[in-house]
Every structure is written in structure tokens, then in C-alpha cells.
Nanobody, 123 residues
Framework: QVQLVESGGGLVQAGGSLRLSCVVSSRTFTRYYMGWFRQAPGLDRDFVAFINWIGDSTYYADSVKGRFTISRDNALNTVYLEMNNLKPEDTAVYYC????????????????WGQGTQVTVSS
């Protein structure tokens, strides 16, 4: 059973920064490709960022390019999302997700999900 637990969300002013963490309880963490998604009230769960199993290939949604950075530490079974220059439109519940196949940018392509962490950006 794979479990994902996010942390690091909170309330921040526009222009501020947050770092989200996602700890994965799996002895085979390195077999998983990881993604971050976000969902605002009444909207779909949207792709934010992706990282491959070794951490040398990443993809981002256009809306966060240059502001967000995804990374992973395989020794700690953890994936991170560093978020800088936050904007009010970044407000959402952020989810990490895992899949055992390469790049995917749709929520339905992921097999395992965390419970989410709320990020609120005030103007």
C-alpha cells in the first residue's frame, strides 16, 4: 500500500513563498514518477509539475513556470514543490500524486494520491 502525506501549506501574502513536501511510504519510491496538482473550489484538478524517478527531468504548467520548482530526495522518500512569487490565483488545495509510468499531466493518469494541503495567497 502506497501512502502519500503532504505538508507545508498555509496562508501567505502575494509575492511570498512556500515549500510543500510530500512523504511517500513505499519501499520502492524510486519506481514512482511524481506529480503535483492543485484544485480550486468548483474547478478541475489541474496539473502543476512533474518529476521523473531519478529527478533529472521535470515539466511544469505554463502558469507556474519560472516560479515553482519540483524536486525529490529519494533517500528521504520525499518530493518537494518550492513556490515563489505566489499570486492569489495560486490559491488551491495542492495534491501530490504518484504513478509507475513516465510523464503524465492529467489527474486520471496517476494511481496514488495524498490528502492535499491548502495554500491560500492573499492580495
Amino acid at each position: 500500500q502506497v501512502q502519500l502525506v503532504e505538508s507545508g501549506g498555509g496562508l501567505v501574502q502575494a509575492g511570498g513563498s512556500l515549500r510543500l513536501s510530500c512523504v511517500v511510504s513505499s519501499r520502492t519510491f524510486t519506481r514512482y514518477y511524481m506529480g503535483w496538482f492543485r484544485q480550486a473550489p468548483g474547478l478541475d484538478r489541474d496539473f502543476v509539475a512533474f518529476i521523473n524517478w531519478i529527478g533529472d527531468s521535470t515539466y511544469y504548467a505554463d502558469s507556474v513556470k519560472g516560479r515553482f520548482t519540483i524536486s525529490r530526495d529519494n533517500a528521504l522518500n520525499t518530493v518537494y514543490l518550492e513556490m515563489n512569487n505566489l499570486k492569489p490565483e495560486d490559491t488551491a488545495v495542492y495534491y501530490c500524486a504518484a504513478r509507475a509510468r513516465p510523464y503524465g499531466n492529467f489527474a486520471g493518469q496517476y494511481d496514488h494520491w495524498g490528502q492535499g494541503t491548502q495554500v491560500t495567497v492573499s492580495s
